[in-house]
């Protein structure tokens, strides 16, 4: 069977991903939602969360058992054209790639600072710091995506 879509994840610094898949689920910024063969055009936020890549393809960083690439994302944007899904994402870390050691300390950090009493900008940014280190936790200890993928 041929993939459905051909998927293209960039951020800033990297072009992380390029290949064909069967699907593509995301964190949208009001709800995860995924995208197969003839979504509608569409302009999309992304939040915190897994970004996963269902394919049929081998692919350094697949799962083999259930066909698919799991990333971790700290947001950006999506679009969806003729079955060709851009991702433009802040960061995007493939599961097999994160230090859970390093997520755990930057978890463990600004929970912390949270404790400290930050307040106002402060205390969003260390918000957004641990839901990201989450995140990476989650995801590289393989905690997502293991239902309806």
Same mark, same amino acid.
């Given at each position: 069977?041929?993939?459905?879509?051909?998927?293209?994840?960039? =951020?800033? %610094?990297? *072009?992380? #991903?390029?290949?064909?898949? !069967?699907?593509?689920? @995301?964190?949208?910024?009001? &709800?995860? $939602?995924?995208?197969?063969?003839?979504?509608?055009?569409?302009?999309?936020?992304?939040?915190?969360?897994?970004?996963?890549?269902? =394919?049929? %393809?081998? *692919?350094? #960083?697949?799962?083999?058992? !259930?066909?698919?690439? @799991?990333?971790?994302?700290? &947001?950006? $944007?999506?679009?969806?054209?003729?079955?060709?899904?851009?991702?433009?994402?802040?960061?995007?870390?493939?599961?097999?790639?994160?230090?859970?050691?390093?997520?755990?300390?930057?978890?463990?950090?600004?929970?912390?600072?949270?404790?400290?009493?930050?307040?106002?900008?402060?205390?969003?940014?260390?918000?957004?710091?641990?839901?990201?280190?989450?995140?990476?936790?989650?995801?590289?200890?393989?905690?997502?995506?293991?239902?309806?993928?």
């Amino acid at each position: 069977m041929a993939e459905a879509l051909q998927v293209d994840i960039v =951020t800033p %610094d990297e *072009h992380a #991903y390029q290949g064909p898949a !069967n699907g593509v689920r @995301v964190p949208g910024v009001e &709800g995860s $939602f995924e995208v197969r063969k003839d979504h509608a055009p569409l302009i999309a936020a992304l939040g915190i969360g897994p970004l996963i890549v269902k =394919t049929k %393809d081998a *692919h350094e #960083y697949a799962d083999m058992h !259930n066909d698919r690439i @799991v990333f971790a994302t700290s &947001g950006g $944007f999506l679009e969806i054209v003729e079955n060709k899904v851009t991702v433009l994402a802040e960061t995007v870390e493939p599961a097999s790639e994160i230090d859970v050691e390093r997520a755990e300390t930057a978890e463990e950090r600004a929970r912390h600072r949270l404790e400290d009493g930050a307040a106002g900008d402060e205390r969003e940014k260390h918000e957004a710091a641990r839901e990201r280190a989450r995140n990476r936790l989650r995801v590289a200890m393989g905690k997502v995506g293991s239902r309806n993928t």
